[in-house]
């Protein structure tokens, strides 16, 4: 079955404590990006990846790393987590079109992050 | 900078009524545009997209979309709502050559059966 999966799906930590949220994909595609959802803000995103090796920020990365060092995995890491990063967080995947342009975007099920 | 707004927070309706949620965005070049959907406590799915062509899209689930570039507006519409459409639905755009894509702030849709 085609999808993204993330773990892990609940994750309560404290300050400081760095974390990795894991992210993979198995429908071989290019992109890859993480966001975070909040009440009243929608989605934003972190961080995207157009290929392996190629990152880039979105409108809110600061506090925030990736890397693709292989296709399939975009892993999201929290070097000193703190409580504004308490979130709702999704990675999606998507295929490129011509021209490098997303076609569509899978998401996965959802990380829900509590940082005290 | 893009937005994409969501005038309507929160959508109430009764079944068989029809639909229309407003989504403008604000960046004046090519743009790709996406309704998304997410019922409570699931992850979001895609709906409908628009790449160029016909401006009418239609989507899964008899969603459709109108993109009308003049007023920078891609509405999300449907004729006969279910009770089964209580979701939150997100309008999200991208440049047409680039991986930022911008959601707006969501619309929650309440149907009453």
């Known amino acids: 079955e085609a999808q993204v999966t993330q773990n892990p799906r609940y994750l309560i930590t404290v300050t400081g404590k760095k974390l990795t949220v894991t992210c993979s994909q198995n429908?071989?595609?290019?992109?890859m990006s993480w966001y975070r959802q909040d009440p009243g803000l929608g989605l934003r995103q972190i961080y995207y990846?157009?290929?392996?090796?190629?990152?880039d920020k979105g409108d809110v990365p600061e506090g925030y790393k990736v890397s693709r060092k292989e296709k399939r995995n975009f892993p999201l890491i929290l070097e000193s987590p703190s409580p504004n990063q308490t979130s709702l967080y999704f990675c999606?995947?998507?295929?490129?079109?011509?021209?490098?342009?997303?076609?569509?975007?899978?998401f996965g099920s959802g990380t829900r992050l509590t940082v005290v | 900078a893009q937005s994409v707004s969501q005038h309507n927070h929160h959508v109430i309706l009764s079944e068989a009524a029809s639909l229309e949620l407003g989504c403008n965005y604000s960046?004046?070049?090519?743009?790709?545009l996406f309704w998304y959907v997410q019922y409570p406590g699931q992850h979001l799915q895609l709906l409908l997209k628009?790449?160029?062509?016909?401006?009418l899209v239609k989507g899964i689930k008899g969603f459709e979309a109108e993109f009308i570039k003049s007023k920078f507006s891609f509405n999300l519409r449907k004729p006969s709502v279910q009770w089964s459409d209580t979701a939150e639905y997100f309008c999200?755009?991208?440049?047409?050559?680039?991986?930022?894509?911008?959601f707006g702030q969501g619309t929650e849709l309440s149907v009453k059966p």
């Open positions: 999606a995947s998507s295929s490129l079109g011509g021209d490098a342009i997303p076609y569509g975007y899978t």
């Open positions: 429908m071989n595609h290019e992109y």
């Open positions: 990846s157009m290929n392996v090796e190629v990152t």
């Open positions: 960046y004046g070049g090519t743009v790709n």
């Open positions: 628009y790449f160029s062509g016909d401006p």
């Open positions: 999200a755009v991208s440049e047409h050559q680039g991986g930022k894509l911008i």
